[in-house]
């Protein structure tokens, strides 16, 4: 493996947010394997669950083949969600995501509902 380093900037890409997977994808498939990685999230506010997901499945493919990689300059929030989707791909859940569904059986027990809401 080459001793090379291939420097990514991605605010050069996203300008300060990643909001979808296939576009962090179509970076991705352009990236040489021969050489160190590092991805550089300098400015980089937000990142998307699924952009984050697809990273990590990148990363992880990274590591089984013995590429070496860096993520540098993630600013807290970027890191947070970052560790919170590692986690829910390792449980196979998603984290803090649960959503409860409700079913009302008529317009008035809604409306029951939302009035009991506004007490």
């Known amino acids: ?11 050069k890409y996203f300008e300060n947010q990643i909001n979808f997977r296939s576009s962090l994808s179509f970076l ?3 990236i040489d394997q021969n050489s160190e990685i ?6 980089i506010e937000f990142i998307s669950r699924a952009a ?6 990148y990363l992880r493919k990274l590591d089984a083949n013995q590429i070496e990689y860096e993520l540098i300059h993630l600013n807290p929030d970027v890191k ?3 560790d919170k989707v590692e986690q829910s791909m390792d449980k196979n859940t998603k984290s803090n995501t649960y959503v409860r569904k409700l079913h009302f059986n008529s317009h008035e027990d809604l409306n029951h509902y939302l009035e009991s809401m506004e007490a």
Do not use: G, R, W, Y
């Not at 984050?52 to 499945?57: M, Q, R, S």
């Open 80 to 82: 947070l969600m970052l």
């Open 1 to 11: 493996m080459s001793h090379n380093k291939q420097h990514i900037i991605l605010n």
């Open 52 to 57: 984050l997901h697809e990273l990590i499945a």
């Open 28 to 30: 991705i498939n352009d």
């Open 38 to 43: 590092v991805f550089d999230f300098n400015d």
